[in-house]
Each structure stands twice: as C-alpha cells, then as structure tokens.
C-alpha cells in the first residue's frame, strides 16, 4: 500500500475518512478481484461492522453456486455478516427484453435495497473502479447520453426507491484496474476468476478489449487518463446542474419551463418523464417536449410507447 | 435541397433565419467542398453582401497558389468581394512548437481578425459541421479537455480580440458531410480536393478515417449520431455554466472562490490563468489551484511554465 502504484488507493482512504469505521455498512461483493480487494481494504482501514452482500446470478450454474460459496466463506473468515441472494438474471432479461448487463444491474440493485431494509442500513460500498469509469462514459457517449447521463459514476450517489433511500459509496473510482491487480498480487488475495468478463459479448467488454486499446494505439498513448479526468469533471456539472433544477410535478407548466437555462429545462423534463413513468427518455424525446413550449409549435402532441401521449393544453404539458 | 438527405440543410436555413441577407458579412472559404457548399447555400438564400476570406497556407507550394486563385475567381463569378491573404503556416508552426493544424487555426483566425477589421464586419460564417464537432468532441475528450473544452464548437460564438469582436456563425453544424457532398453533387459544384484531408497525420484524420469507423463497427451502428447529440448537449450546458461564472480579476479572493460550486470554481480558474497569460490550462493545473483554497493545504506554491508561479496569501490566490 506505500508503493507508487497504489497513489489511488491512497486518494480512497482520503475519501473515506468522513465515513466512520465504526458505523454499519453494506457491501457488494461479487468476489471478483475488485469487490475482494475493496473488501479488504476497508477491513485493514477498521471497517468491522460490513455486511458483506452477494447476489448468485445463476448465469453460470455451478460456477455461481461455488462463488457464492466462496464469499460466504470469506465473510465468516473475517467475522463478518453476509447477505446471500439469488436472481435467476438469465430469465429476468428474456422477461424484460432488456440485455443481460442491464438485467444484471437492476437485479443487484433490488437485491442491496431488500437487504438495506431487512438490516436496516442504507449505506452500501460498491468496487466500481477508475476503469469503470472511463468505460461507463464512452458507453454513454457512444449510446446517446440523455442530458446528465454522462455522470453516471460517482462517490457517492443516493438513490430513493418508495421509502427506502440508498447512499452508494464508491471509493475506488479513483484507482485503476492495474493498481487493484498489483495490491491483489501483493496481499496474495484469493477471488473468483469471472470467465463473462473476458468475453467479448457485451458492449462494455468491447470497449474494455477492443476499443479503448485501439484508440491508445493510434494516438500512441494512453487516452483512458484523459477521459477519466473529463468524466470527473461531468460529475462535479452534473452535481450542480442537479442543485439547479426545480423540481416538477406530473404536469410541466409551459411559462415556468421558459424561463429555464436549455440544460435546466431538459432536466426537468427528464425528471419530469420519471415521473410519469416514461422509460429510457432519450434525446429526441426530451427535444420533442421542448418543441411543445414554443407558442409557435405545430405540433401539440408526441406519441410516445406503451400508446400514450404527451399533450400540451391550457398552458401545461402533460402524459396522457 | 429538397431531398430528404439534406433534412441538415433545412436546419442550417431555419438558424439563419435570425441573420438578415442584407446584412454584410464575412465568409471563409478554403475552396473544400465544405466551404463552397456554404457559400452557395447563402448566394441562394439571397446574402449578396458577403466578403470571401481565403487564406493561402503556403502548405502546398503551387497547389496552394491554384486554390486561392480558385477562391478568387468564384468570388468574382458570384459578384462578391474577397479578401485573399497568405502566410507560411509551416515556418510558423516550427517557431511556435505547434502542430500544423494547431498553427493552421491560429493563422486563420488573425487573418480573418485582419479582414473584420478592414472591412468593418465582425460577423463570419464558417462552414464546420456535423462531422467536424462529433470529431472534435472525440479530439477533446481524447486529449484530456479542460473544464469547458468539450463545447468547443458552437452555433454562434463569440471572441474579443484587443478591440475588436468576431463573432463566428456556423449554420452547418447539424449538416453531416454526406449530405454536404449529394448537394455539392446535385448542384455540380467545382470545390479543390485538399489531399492533406485523406492523409493520416493529423489526430483529426485519425479519428475520421480510423476512430470513428472503428466504433462504429464494433457497435454495429453509426456512433455519430449519437456523439453529436451529446455535444449538442455540452454546447448547451457550457453557455448556461459560463454565463454563471463570476469574472475574476488578476488575484483570485480565495472566500470568493470557496462560495462557488466546484464547475464555475474551475471555470473562474480557468479564466483566471488566461487572464494572467498562463497557456494550456490543463484539468491537472486547475485542480493544483483549486488545492490552494483549501486551509489545511500543505503547499502555498505552484510552479508553472516560464519560471512562473502561483502563489497564496493573505487569502489572495496570484501569479508571480
């Protein structure tokens, strides 16, 4: 941990000191190198009341089955509480159309809010690395971001599903993979080796793998530095931005929309559509709803899925 | 123009709508198919006051002398004035230390400086578009950009140089280069082959003819698109973030500085270097000053290029 290599890690203890060891905190672990490292490292820093949280896929029969063993074992070994659950992921996507990453996310995040519930705790540590970042960002980018969707890592994040709030931490964002892979190395920590990760399926395996080495080497060095400071700083807009924008209830009020900066009005429409339960609202949606302010619009209604409408009448816009 | 294709082009002339043709106004025309189809473009929507700015680069001996030649003659076919100038933008990158291309804009811009002011026109229209700013925007995030550098590429724009203000337009920028070429195409336009745009030097050449089709195949679907529609959304979010960022004199007042959200913390820094003359105002250099804020910082100096610092004192943050 005093080695160079490890100045990122170094940024996380800093990070974590306005969190008290002595509190109660959950902790995703997949057994992965970086969940097992980040593990670790909170319990070398006095961490002593983590819950450690395991969600078996049941993508991988067996090998899921043996991981979650695995996990289970090392939170015993380190005195630790531990919450085991099991999704089947594979049918969840095939269900919701959606592909297995997402699928995969949605289940680990209902899983840590069942288990911030059941144990009464709503902090939760997750590994998500400097890396993850980098790779986050140009997935982003290269989806079509809606506004603010370029700042989707941070140190903390706080998320409030019905009653239940949950405060993500993540330490990590700092570091990179190579220095989680040298401090794993120097602990000689045991993990589970995750074979989808090495696969060039999912999108983020091809930036991983593919893209992000191919633009390191036509611009003859490494990018992924750059891009993370440029991520932070999305962050730290998004943050503000956030601050900026009034809240909205189901019905947008077309004057008070007008007198919005473009990039305020655009979040209030995102959240705005959240809130009438309109999915994945891109671009052109939230463009097409700004289009409905103008008095000069041709158009006062946008069909959008699941045959509704947004409408605008009498000075308010609103689903329908 | 009326093909679906250059759905781009109808845009362009709805943005100029707010810019009468009987107003006089500068273009800058480097004879590409790019420049040649703007020009057009306003002939046709009835701006007969334009004044054509080529600039000879020197960067190709006799080739370069044939594209001013060029230039001028178009002019004087559409009955518009021209301002020809030349500079040898290759000895100036060598003395400068910059890239061609860098040393390139540069040129550009105090000729087109020179030309607003003997003309006594401070409007110019340029012809980037949609590909330029996805490219762009890939170049900046590439390359580390600054607080603020992702928005590079604005509609309207505007400079304050010594006395003079430019303001820079450019209605193409929602325009992609297929629908620029099947216009140049359907008119018949003569326009110069510049050969230095096919060759692989530069980063921008990397991104087009490498980065960019890369991704694209990887995802299995134009990428473009969707990075143009991010960059849409910074452009936004860099006009409403300046606008709320306090001006700064030549010693930054650390209270001040500490009342500000982090985005416009670093935004009056970066003003704040130019100001004091301080080139490349890197995200590292931001963050060194921003560290100076802070009571319990260790240093109360930062060395930067020329023998320069910055320094803390008496709650003032200054260069010396």
Redesign the interface.
């Known amino acids: 941990m005093k080695s160079q290599q490890h100045c990122g890690l170094i940024e996380s203890e800093r990070f974590l000191r306005d969190f008290p060891p002595t509190r109660r905190y959950l902790i995703g672990v997949s057994g992965g190198r970086d969940s097992i490292a980040l593990l670790h490292l909170l319990v070398d820093l006095g961490y002593n009341k983590l819950v450690v949280c395991h969600l078996n896929h049941q993508l991988r029969g067996r090998e899921s089955q043996r991981d979650a063993r695995f996990v289970g074992k090392i939170a015993r070994d380190l005195q630790l509480d531990c919450e085991i659950g099991s999704t089947d992921v594979g049918a969840l996507a095939k269900q919701s159309k959606l592909s297995i990453e997402t699928a995969a996310r949605f289940a680990r995040f209902a899983f840590f809010v069942e288990a911030a519930r059941r144990r009464r705790c709503t902090r939760i540590f997750l590994a998500h690395h400097a890396d993850d970042l980098v790779e986050t960002a140009l997935l982003?980018?290269?989806?079509?971001?809606s506004?603010g969707g370029?700042a989707a890592m941070r140190n903390i994040s706080i998320h409030r599903i019905g009653k239940t709030k949950l405060t993500i931490f993540r330490p990590l964002l700092g570091v990179w993979r190579s220095e989680i892979d040298s401090y794993i190395e120097q602990r000689g920590l045991k993990f589970c080796e995750d074979k989808t990760n090495r696969e060039l399926g999912s999108?983020r395996n091809?930036i991983r793998h593919?893209?992000l080495p191919?633009?390191s080497k036509?611009?003859g060095r490494d990018?992924s530095?750059?891009?993370w400071?440029?991520a932070?700083?999305w962050v730290?807009?998004e943050?503000?931005?956030e601050?900026m924008t009034p809240v909205v209830g189901l019905r947008l009020n077309v004057v008070e929309l007008c007198k919005l900066?473009?990039?305020?009005q655009?979040r209030a429409i995102v959240g705005w559509l959240r809130l009438n339960r309109v999915p994945n609202a891109g671009?052109?949606l939230v463009e097409n709803v700004r289009s409905l302010m103008e008095p000069s619009s041709l158009t006062s209604k946008i069909n959008i899925p699941g045959d509704r409408h947004v409408r605008r009448r009498a000075g308010k816009i609103f689903v329908e």
């Open positions: 982003n980018l290269f989806r079509g971001a506004p370029m999108s091809r593919r893209i191919y633009i036509t611009f990018v530095k750059a891009i400071r440029a932070a700083i730290d807009e943050s503000f931005l601050v900066a473009v990039p305020l655009r671009f052109d």
